[in-house]
């Protein structure tokens, strides 16, 4: 089965998404309205500004379905911004800071700093084979706390310095992938490949 995957086409790295979904085997089609969310097996929740595509999620009808179809197992994969509108809990958000929900962890918000603090690192991946993944950090939220229905996937190396040794940047939790960081515009496609994989389950 090839699944067809809708990449949020609101805000963020659409293009860039589509490309590592075909890459990986997948169909990739852009989703703005409801009846295009009804009509994936899965989404990708690009990166962007979350307060933003949160509004723009209630502005073009898409969060309801979204959110009641994530709680009944629809497969979603959300990247930098992404993981944060799929966690239940978000510290240093704004005050109308809403969430689609359904991760049980809690995000920091900017918590690697600003645009100016962005950088690439490597990281080990659980369910990844072959070398470390290649990670972009942009404005990027981390993991404060997981839930125990929670698969830790990467953290930040214990060398990584400062406040970010051992911060977790990506996680699982059933149909749900989250990752802090930029996977879509290294090259490297096996964080979509694994979202593939999870789609096929």
Request: hydrophobic fraction near 45%.
């Amino acid at each position: 089965m090839i699944p067809t995957i809708g990449v949020l086409a609101l805000q963020g790295d659409v293009v860039e998404h589509v490309r590592a979904l075909e890459r990986s085997g997948a169909r990739a089609v852009g989703v703005r309205r409801p009846a295009e969310l009804a009509s994936v097996d899965a989404l990708v929740l690009p990166g962007g500004e979350s307060t933003t595509i949160d509004k723009l999620l209630r502005i073009f009808e898409l969060h309801g379905p979204l959110q009641e179809r994530i709680a009944q197992g629809f497969p979603v994969y959300g990247s930098c911004a992404g993981m944060i509108l799929l966690a239940d809990r978000v510290l240093d958000g704004t005050a109308d800071q809403r969430t689609l929900g359904g991760l049980d962890v809690t995000v920091r918000r900017n918590a690697f700093g600003r645009q100016v603090d962005s950088f690439e690192t490597t990281l080990p991946f659980a369910g990844i084979d072959g070398p470390d993944v290649e990670a972009t950090f942009i404005r990027a939220p981390w993991i404060e706390e997981a839930g125990e229905g929670v698969e830790v996937l990467a953290r930040i190396p214990a060398d990584g310095g400062g406040d970010a040794a051992g911060r977790i940047v990506a996680v699982r939790q059933g149909a749900l992938l989250a990752t802090s960081f930029h996977p879509e515009i290294t090259g490297d496609a096996r964080v979509h490949e694994l979202f593939v994989e999870i789609v096929k389950e």
